[in-house]
């Protein structure tokens, strides 16, 4: 076979490879169905339960991408901002890294203090724990302008706004665009904790119902569907930063 | 004398520190003229340049350019560096026009010129031998390349001071000895001043009209050296005697200043 079908269907392979081990191992050892389930008994559940994983899973994929919309919105503003001025950066920096090391499920129970269950608690945990690295990113990409541009700009009367605009943002874009990869699977953990503590809504109720009801095979699935949102999702981000900033992706380093 | 930049007992350190890059540094260039700096490293030539084109202001002394003292970012100069700096994301076309969509008159004038200033830049591209190049992005072209669509960038708003800082540096010795050519060739034809910094003697020798040596940090002129070798100077002049023995002479000087 050729080396490039090969890679291609690489994926699909080491998949139906680990599906299948995990089928003989649980029949082989006999593993009872509510400890682990077979991956045929969590095709099972996903057909019997099409229906209400459909409903839940649309509605954690829109939990989870306003919150990330937030974040994207909010993450390059402050980026820019932290970006821009060396003071902000000091200011804001520790501030960020505090933030970022809080546990977000602990934040959980204060927003629904404030918001009550279910929709918001959601959105703002997905957009609280995602836009972190958009921040640092958006603020790399600035940070690292070279200086001898920056002194070609400078003698030619360039204002910062210039610089900025001629130089920074293009330049934090491929920043940008690889952090939204990482951020929009963050959004969906952000959503899920929040729909599984304080929601009657989403994959994450729907997993914590079926946890209670004892239907193990029921959570694998839930865990499925997710996990199929997060490669759909970061597929679209992957390819819309290859769409956009091309000419930061010349070497063929990581396709070899 | 006055000349067109003029450096009168500059002090200069950076930021709050007190170690002087330069000190007491002297230097006086005529228009166009070609002046070359020369010293060991760490003698502050970049610092040089910096003041030169009102990035940095001194501590003490005057810095002028064209008469007129130095208070704020000296536009009437380019700059290129060993780096070519370009934009990844531009083409060679769309960097050189990156001066003219930032220095005044041109950009307010660059919707209504647009057209003008392409053929300018593809002009310029053509001058140093990048004829056809216009369309590629800099990834695609050589170093050397890189460093022509460079000095292009710099020459673009047609300034009347260039300010060169170890520009074939990071190039292989056939393709510096080339662009030296292109250097010399722009500089007979602009007939403009150029102030270039580097480490490399006989390109000093070879290109300028006067090689200022300067002293280890904190830096000032030890030596100025006259060449009187004929323009228009071939690359066969770097092989006279002659010329051999100005660079002897001067690498004399910076083995002193290194002491």
């Not at chain 1, 089928?23 to 099409?50: G, H, M």
Request: overall charge neutral; charged content about 15%.
């Amino acid at each position: 076979m050729k080396q490039s079908t090969l890679i291609r269907l690489s994926p699909w392979l080491f998949t139906i490879g680990l599906l299948v081990i995990w089928e003989v191992v649980v029949r082989a050892f006999n593993i009872p169905t509510f400890f682990l389930p077979p991956p045929t008994a969590i095709a099972q559940a996903f057909v019997d339960y099409s229906g209400p994983i459909a409903r839940n899973s649309w509605i954690t994929l829109e939990t989870t991408m306003i919150g990330f919309g937030l974040a994207v919105g909010f993450g390059m503003l402050l980026g820019l901002l932290v970006g821009w001025s060396r003071a902000i950066y000091a200011g804001l920096y520790p501030l960020m890294i505090g933030f970022n090391a809080i546990p977000k499920v602990a934040v959980v129970p204060i927003l629904v203090l404030w918001f009550g269950i279910g929709f918001v608690p959601a959105v703002l945990t997905a957009f609280l724990i995602s836009f972190f690295p958009i921040v640092v990113n958006v603020a790399t990409g600035l940070a690292t302008i070279e200086p001898e541009l920056e002194d070609v700009l400078k003698a030619l009367g360039a204002s910062k706004l210039d610089i900025m605009r001629k130089v920074g943002i293009p330049r934090s874009l491929p920043y940008f665009f690889g952090s939204l990869k990482v951020a929009i699977t963050l959004a969906f953990v952000g959503s899920v904790i929040s729909e599984s503590v304080a929601s009657n809504y989403g994959i994450g109720n729907l997993m914590l119902q079926a946890q209670a009801q004892f239907q193990v095979p029921l959570i694998f699935a839930g865990l499925v569907a997710l996990a199929i949102e997060g490669i759909a999702m970061y597929a679209a981000m992957a390819f819309l930063e290859s769409r956009m900033t091309g000419w930061a992706q010349r070497s063929g380093f990581a396709q070899n | 004398m006055s000349g067109f930049v003029t450096l009168q007992g500059v002090d200069h350190a950076y930021g709050t520190s007190n170690t002087l890059a330069v000190q007491g540094l002297s230097i006086d260039v005529e228009e166009g003229e070609f002046a070359a700096v020369v010293g060991p490293s760490g003698c502050g030539k970049s610092t040089l340049m910096k003041l030169a084109t009102g990035l940095q202001f001194p501590r003490a002394g005057t810095v002028t350019v064209a008469g007129e003292k130095v208070t704020a970012p000296v536009k009437i100069a380019g700059m290129a560096f060993q780096a070519p700096t370009l934009l990844p994301w531009r083409t060679t076309l769309e960097n050189l026009l990156l001066p003219l969509e930032i220095v005044q008159p041109h950009r307010s004038e660059l919707h209504r010129k647009r057209a003008e200033y392409i053929a300018r830049a593809k002009n310029l591209l053509t001058s140093v031998g990048l004829r056809d190049q216009g369309d590629k992005y800099p990834w695609e072209l050589s170093g050397g390349m890189q460093q022509r669509t460079s000095l292009c960038r710099a020459l673009i708003h047609e300034p009347r001071l260039l300010m060169l800082d170890e520009p074939f540096g990071a190039l292989d010795a056939f393709t510096r000895e080339e662009l030296w050519c292109v250097i010399r060739d722009l500089h007979a034809a602009r007939k403009i001043t150029v102030v270039l910094v580097t480490h490399d003697l006989r390109e000093a020798v070879f290109l300028a009209d006067r090689v200022f040596v300067m002293s280890a940090r904190p830096g000032r002129v030890l030596v100025e050296r006259k060449i009187d070798i004929p323009r228009p100077r071939d690359l066969e002049v770097t092989y006279t005697s002659e010329f051999q023995d100005i660079v002897h002479e001067l690498r004399g000087h910076i083995v002193k200043a290194r002491q």
